[in-house]
């Protein structure tokens, strides 16, 4: 920090003598439909990358997910989880800036306006998300009247699935008012294989096999989405939103497990389940323009999510012993948030923001378990109910000083107090937590043209535990069960509970970022950006033999904990290329791609492999399209790699997860100006893929290795304008 502070007063002294201040230069980007995504991005002084509404309309892709998957700076983990820098685990994820209700990655493009990433925090964005925040900003209402339907059918593993999405929008004539509405549904089929061979070894002794075993799984998604935006201007000064949202997400899950151990004993497991999740959500929005240098933003949400699951399940061994377990959870949460946002430009080239921001988060649950047609007294000793509340209240300052047409300056805070309230059965806690966060960020154009930019941001910034890491219940390893009437008796190492941790800290890092665009063209930019993060109270996953209230003997549980400290470093190239930048010859043609590196290294455990999970040493991304000329059909095709690698973030317990690769190609026919059809391959050559775990005891090491299927998909949309 002390470094970063030097250089940025070196960096001022030395624009006082060099530059006068040029007042001229505007002080607010707006994004308009004649910029495009690389234009809209560099005039943000903590580097932003901007997924524009052409470009999402281009992709022919159905969801959030699909469309990230496919942007070189987002990074995506082999278990398939999205983020920045390649910490899929750290990456804010908002809608409109505000924290989302259910999974946004399956959201339908038909839903979304624009997406914004941005590598570091800002005090705008709050003090969460150690990697960066994607904000996903929903469609908002137009004056031009649109109506547009788009179906596709897909296939998995010989499964078929469906999505289909309309749209429709436009002024109410002689009213000041603007409209949007927006349905789709989607059905998903999800299938996987998995085979696993476990051995024992203790010291020397040779290895011994333990077991073996098979799960397969057959699941289906169900998504139903509905949203609007109405949109009344009753003045010049004042404009209203409302942008109500309600969505349904389902479906069967059905899967067969079967464990045959070395003494000859066998355990078959069959589960069988439905879940549902309802949620809505209710937006309201006051804009003032109070003047033309100031504004004022009131955002209120409230949500409210409705989720039921009915799961059967039955155990059957070869003693000829057959159990049934049966679970009923329900949830419901009740969201709140309230965002007050104030800005105002000055004539000395400074752009205030200052804002607040509160929320109150509730989620109760209630249990309903049985085993063999009686209540499972194990788990219910925890209560047949819990209650989870947070309260935080967040104020933020934020000046961005455009200094001259070369420098530009973003510094603020951000300060956020949480309080939870938990309670399950008669226990009770209530932890919290301040979270101060300082961030700056300096930008320097270099050249006469400006697309040249060197970037350096410092930040403070934080994770904070969710709900289910704080509470206590814990989800009984399925082989390790419990009996109806009595508590829990001994488990192993590689049979562990999996359970919350109510004394978990948030995690707290300081984070440096140092980037620099060469721009080209008007759509075309490389960006290098080095980057390094330094964690304390790193959160890591512990497995440990404990006294719980479920269980009459000390039993294994595995659960977060803090486990002392992490440095990550890291170097990112990224790439976007448009032909037309480049020659008259190459206009149909556009390259994307990127390469990271990164290392880290956990305090508190041994090495060589002590470092963060999900974290690949380095990663790869490349795609591009092209244009035929012949007839009216744009071809895509989109790579990606992940090397194989060991990785140790658990006291007791080391995982090996082999490479992944994953090739994508796409064909776009635009049949009309108002419609056209669109074909996706996805993982085309697909590979099994292989994981060791091991488990690592005071006398023995367990190995398991796993080998799961994978599977490619066919897709096929169509997308016309009405």
Request: net charge positive.
């Amino acid at each position: 920090m002390r470094f970063a502070l030097t250089c940025f007063a070196v960096c001022l002294s030395a624009v006082a003598r060099a530059e006068p201040p040029d007042t001229a230069t505007p002080q607010q980007v707006v994004v308009n439909g004649a910029q495009g995504d690389v234009e809209a991005s560099r005039d943000f002084v903590a580097g932003k990358v901007v997924i524009g509404k052409v470009r999402i309309a281009e992709s022919g892709l159905q969801n959030v997910g699909e469309l990230l998957n496919r942007e070189p700076s987002v990074s995506v983990g082999k278990d398939g989880r999205i983020g920045l820098l390649g910490l899929p685990g750290y990456t804010q994820v908002l809608v409109d800036g505000m924290p989302p209700q259910g999974d946004t990655f399956t959201l339908d493009l038909v839903h979304v306006e624009r997406i914004e990433i941005i590598k570091s925090s800002t005090a705008a964005t709050g003090p969460i998300g150690i990697a960066g925040t994607i904000n996903i900003i929903r469609r908002k209402a137009q004056k031009t009247r649109l109506a547009q339907v788009n179906a596709g059918l897909s296939a998995t593993a010989g499964l078929p699935g469906a999505d289909v999405a309309w749209s429709t929008g436009g002024p109410i004539d002689g009213k000041p008012l603007v409209y949007s509405v927006r349905l789709s549904a989607v059905h998903k089929p999800v299938s996987s294989r998995m085979d696993y061979i476990a051995t024992r070894e203790s010291a020397f002794a040779v290895p011994v096999l333990a077991y073996t075993g098979q799960a397969r799984n057959r699941n289906a998604a169900n998504i139903v989405s509905a949203s609007g935006e109405f949109t009344w201007n009753v003045d010049n000064a004042h404009t209203l939103t409302f942008s109500p949202a309600a969505s349904y997400f389902g479906g069967p899950r059905r899967s067969r497990q079967q464990r045959f151990w070395r003494d000859g004993s066998t355990l078959l497991t069959r589960q069988d389940g439905d879940s549902a999740m309802t949620s809505l959500e209710i937006p309201l929005r006051w804009d003032w323009r109070i003047d033309p240098e100031s504004s004022l933003s009131v955002k209120l949400n409230v949500n409210r999510a409705h989720i039921d699951s009915d799961a059967l399940r039955i155990d059957t061994s070869n003693a000829a012993l057959m159990d049934e377990l049966v679970s009923r959870p329900t949830s419901v949460s009740t969201n709140t948030f309230l965002h007050v946002d104030y800005a105002n430009e000055f004539e000395n080239g400074h752009a205030i923001t200052a804002g607040a921001k509160f929320a109150h988060n509730r989620a109760n649950n209630s249990y309903s378990d049985f085993f063999n047609g009686v209540p499972d007294y194990s788990l219910a000793v925890l209560g047949r109910s819990d209650t989870a509340r947070l309260t935080s209240s967040e104020l933020f300052l934020q000046d961005e000083w455009r200094i001259n047409r070369s420098w530009a300056v973003n510094i603020g805070s951000s300060v956020e107090r949480r309080a939870y309230r938990l309670r399950e059965g008669t226990a009770s806690s209530s932890p919290g937590f301040t979270m101060w966060a300082p961030s700056l960020h300096v930008s320097r154009k270099l050249g006469a043209d400006r697309k040249r930019q060197l970037r350096l941001s410092v930040a403070r910034s934080f994770r904070a535990p969710f709900f289910d890491e704080l509470l206590w219940r814990p989800v009984i390893n399925t082989f390790a069960p419990c009996r109806g009437q009595m508590l829990c008796g001994a488990n192993t190492l590689d049979t562990a509970d999996t359970a919350g941790n109510p004394g978990l800290q948030p995690e707290r890092a300081l984070g440096v970022n140092l980037s620099y665009s060469h721009g080209i063209g008007k759509d075309s930019e490389i960006t290098l950006e080095a980057y390094s993060r330094n964690i304390s109270n790193k959160t890591g996953y512990e497995i440990a033999l404990a006294d719980v209230p479920w269980a009459s003997t000390p039993r294994y549980i595995g659960r977060q904990a803090n486990l002392g400290s992490a440095r990550i470093r890291g170097l990112d190239l990224e790439a976007r290329m448009s032909g037309k930048d480049i020659g008259s010859h190459l206009t149909r043609l556009d390259l994307h791609g990127s390469v990271g590196l990164a290392d880290s290294t956990l305090s508190d455990l041994p090495g060589p492999d002590n470092r963060l999970s999900g974290q690949s040493p380095w990663r790869a991304k490349v795609g591009g399209s092209y244009t035929l000329q012949a007839v009216p059909v744009k071809l895509g095709i989109d790579a990606s790699y992940l090397p194989g690698d060991w990785v140790r973030d658990s006291v007791n317990q080391r995982v090996y997860e082999s490479g992944k690769r994953v090739l994508s190609m796409n064909a776009s026919w635009t049949v009309s100006k108002q419609t056209r059809l669109v074909l996706n391959l996805d993982n085309l050559v697909p590979r099994t893929r292989s994981r060791i775990d091991e488990y690592l005891g005071a006398a023995e090491i367990v190995r398991r290795t796993t080998d799961t299927s994978n599977h490619s998909r066919v897709a096929i949309r169509l997308e016309t304008r009405l």
